[in-house]
């Protein structure tokens, strides 16, 4: 398995693995809403668009993951959204997703970002460093509808104190129905 990083030239087969594979799980019409998501954060301004890392094998496209900004009005931090991420449905079960992750979380870690969060499954996660926080910690931008989903992992081995202020995220998931 090799890792890449970027998406300019190959937006829309990234669009496609998230969408095919969230159609898969959840459903057609999520496939499609995360596929329009992944496709806004890749058209975002330079400024506010996404890291993206994939995992191939050959040119099989296996897994791909995004990380924007996640910025707190009254905070200095280098804070990323790792959101969302994507295993193809025939590439699931076998290590590729940590492995993305893992990856994604040592590059952040290489270029000086201090935490990253997610929102999702907290037994997923916490294989890769996660772990549940309150909103006390780390104000979400919407209305979390699963609160335990909420997670920190932090990049500089120092214990996290709370951020401060409100957050702001990519324009792209500021809908409700995303979180």
Known sequence: MEFASGFIGRQADIAALFQRTFGA??????????????????????????LVFTAHEGADLLGGIMFTRLAYDQDPRRVFLLSPVAVAPEAQQQGVGQALIRHGLEQL????????????????????GFQQIPETVAPAPQRLSMPQGWQLCPLSGQEVEPLKGNSRCAPAFDDPALW
């Not at 496939?31 to 954060?41: D, F, P, Q, R, S």
């Not at 870690?109 to 890769?128: E, F, K």
């Open 109 to 128: 870690r290489a270029d000086g970002a201090d935490l990253v969060i997610t929102y999702g499954d907290p037994n997923y996660y916490a294989r890769v």
């Open 25 to 50: 799980s959840e459903g057609p019409e999520e496939g499609k809403v995360i596929g329009a998501l992944v496709t806004a954060l890749m058209a975002a301004a330079p400024a506010d668009a996404p």
